[in-house]
């Protein structure tokens, strides 16, 4: 994850900015994964508060808190995930196709959690057209693509 042992053995190949880039990425991670943790402890703490309701769990709102919990321990776990393979490929830390399908699974875990009941036209329209503008973003910048056949990123 952080691996500082190879941070160590590259230091000195690097530049000035990509060691920057390489500390500020390594701190970022470091506390994401405090978040991390935080909310699963959160999250285990609520779920056992639920659990004592008995048959009253099943209710859709606390059904839905707990995804709601678990999705976004999901999202932070795919946003440490990237920033971890942005170090590894030494590639730049902020990459499109990574952010737009971070901003997915927001939507989704958006479209998730959504009551129905109460949701008005303008909700569902917003967030269909989010969904249909970040689906095109992410087939215009290449997604759709096999990893073999995706472009080549520049060297450095």
Excluded at 24 to 50: F, P, Q, T
Aim: net charge neutral.
């Amino acid at each position: 994850m952080l691996n500082l042992a190879a941070l160590k053995r590259d230091w000195k190949e690097l530049t000035s900015y990509e060691r920057f880039e390489q500390i500020v990425s390594r701190a970022i991670m470091l506390l994401i994964c405090v978040i991390i943790v935080y909310s699963i402890v959160l999250a285990a703490l609520e779920l056992l508060k639920d659990f004592k309701l008995g048959l009253d769990f099943m209710e859709k709102e606390l059904l839905q808190d707990v995804f709601g919990s678990i999705l976004t321990i999901l999202i932070l776990l795919e946003f440490n995930h990237s920033i971890a393979l942005a170090i590894e490929n030494k590639s730049g830390i902020i990459q499109a196709r990574t952010v737009v399908l971070i901003a997915v699974l927001v939507v989704a875990r958006k479209i998730i959690l959504l009551d129905f009941k109460t949701a008005t036209l303008d909700t569902f329209l917003g967030i269909g057209g989010l969904a249909l503008a970040l689906g095109a973003l992410y087939w215009l910048i290449g997604g759709h693509l096999p990893r073999s056949a995706q472009p080549a990123q520049p060297p450095e």
